[in-house]
T-cell receptor
Framework: EAAVTQSPRNKVTVTGGNVTLSCRQTNSHNYMYWYRQDTGHGLRLIHYSYGAGNLQIGDVPDGYKATRTTQEDFFLLLELASPSQTSLYFC?????????????FGEGSRLIVV | QQKVQQSPESLIVPEGGMASLNCTSSDRNVDYFWWYRQHSGKSPKMLMSIFSNGEKEEGRFTVHLNKASLHTSLHIRDSQPSDSALYLCAASRGGSNAKLTFGKGTKLSVKS
């Protein structure tokens, strides 16, 4: 099964602080995604990428930047964190973006903004 | 914007019973549907996918798809306590850059 590793697993920061969530996949997948999961909202797509240097806007991108530095690494940046960004963040990867689009998720990063 | 609606929000079934979960997309261009399962404190994992009209069975799990109504359903027979989880429906359009959109999920509890 595809391996997707996220760090940190848990993070507490203050309002206005900078946070970087990291994700690495080691299965040569082309696509990588950042989702947030909140009670009552399910999984919502923040940003995604289909290769190094590429970035696509998801459904809830406000307040987030992302960067795909290599095929393996995808970062989510919160430059001025707000309490509304307290959430469980999942990174995922998939081999391709069409009908073969099974997502493999990391274990999640829980962020608390106080 | 594509929306995926799931019902019910929560479901309790007895051990050995049948669980039926529903999912509908409001995007007429959706082509592919998945069901993911997420146990408490864990990440989602793909359970089943269905891309054509009809039915697909894998063990105790059966999915149905009606593309005309953009409706899919997941049925779990002989439900076990280990099936207790959040079940997430997801859908996407075709094309190489299609993104996957998830519903809010159905929380299934199987009581022994």
């Amino acid at each position: 099964e595809a391996a997707v590793t996220q760090s940190p697993r848990n993070k507490v920061t203050v309002t206005g602080g900078n946070v970087t969530l990291s994700c690495r996949q080691t299965n040569s997948h082309n696509y990588m995604y950042w989702y947030r999961q909140d009670t009552g909202h399910g999984l919502r797509l923040i940003h995604y990428s289909y290769g190094a240097g590429n970035l696509q806007i998801g459904d809830v991108p406000d307040g987030y930047k992302a960067t795909r530095t290599t095929q393996e690494d995808f970062f989510l940046l919160l430059e001025l964190a707000s309490p509304s960004q307290t959430s469980l963040y999942f990174c995922a990867s998939s081999r391709q973006g069409n009908s073969g689009n099974t997502l493999y998720f990391g274990e999640g990063s829980r962020l608390i903004v106080v | 914007q594509q929306k995926v609606q799931q019902s019910p929000e929560s479901l309790i079934v007895p051990e050995g019973g049948m669980a039926s979960l529903n999912c509908t997309s409001s995007d007429r261009n959706v082509d592919y549907f998945w069901w993911y399962r997420q146990h408490s404190g864990k990440s989602p994992k793909m359970l089943m996918s269905i891309f054509s009209n009809g039915e697909k069975e894998e063990g105790r799990f059966t999915v149905h798809l009606n593309k005309a109504s953009l409706h899919t359903s997941l049925h779990i027979r002989d439900s076990q306590p280990s099936d207790s989880a959040l079940y997430l429906c997801a859908a996407s359009r075709g094309g190489s850059n299609a993104k996957l959109t998830f519903g809010k999920g159905t929380k299934l509890s199987v009581k022994s």
